[in-house]
């Protein structure tokens, strides 16, 4: 499986695009805000002749959704999420407002379908295991490739430290169980794709996060 990675928006998030020889692929956290950025986004799947299977996000923060309404409505697909989340869609303009977002016109999108523990996502060759992690956000979930030896984990876990827990929702008891719970227990070489900054792996966590000792 090959991923692609793009930083978007003022808060520098990670969307990313998996692919494999078949070319179905799957969106991940579409957080393309400016139109030079949505662009970037559709040229990338569009030249590579890419398939849109699944639009798929970790969580529903706005910076996670920004560009959510743009693939819906370019590749004829729905958002799927975690319907512990769907009530950050409707405080979305709340949201951009306490983060200075006051002019951004973003049109949240709607849950086209539930993800919940153990759903099993597949494109291509490819098979994605969803496991609910909340914490960060009541909805957040992962995307786990177990053949790829990788895992899509949104605000979860970031190199270092893990998500922040004051906002709607958060709890960062909750949060640490479950890092510890399902994903500290993956193998130590897995890869990890965080919602914001570099790659990292579980066992780099397990040894070295503050958090998690």
Do not use: W
């Not at 309404?69 to 697909?77: D, G, Y």
Request: charged content about 20%.
């Amino acid at each position: 499986m090959i991923v692609r990675t793009f930083e978007f928006n003022p808060i520098s998030e990670n969307t990313y695009i998996a692919y494999d020889e078949t070319n179905e692929c799957v969106v991940i956290d579409p957080g393309c805000f400016y139109p030079d950025e949505k662009a970037e986004l559709f040229n990338f799947i569009t030249d590579k002749e890419l398939i849109v299977k699944h639009l798929i996000n970790t969580h529903l923060h706005f910076d996670h959704v920004f560009g959510s309404s743009f693939v819906e409505e370019q590749f004829q697909i729905k958002t799927e999420a975690n319907k512990n989340d769907e009530f950050l869609l409707e405080q979305m303009p709340k949201q951009l407002q306490m983060f200075g977002f006051k002019d951004a016109n973003t049109k949240a999108p709607q849950i086209g379908k539930y993800l919940k523990e153990n759903d099993v996502i597949t494109f291509g060759k490819q098979r994605i295991i969803v496991l609910e992690v909340p914490g960060h956000s009541p909805g957040s979930v992962v995307f786990y490739n177990q053949d790829a030896g990788c895992i899509f984990v949104g605000d979860v876990l970031f190199r270092g430290s893990v998500g922040r827990t004051d906002l709607a929702g958060g709890s960062h008891i909750q949060l640490i169980t479950g890092i510890k719970q399902k994903l500290l227990t993956l193998p130590y070489e897995t890869i990890v794709y965080p919602g914001h900054g570099q790659t990292t792996t579980i066992g780099y966590e397990a040894k070295n996060n503050p958090y998690l000792q």
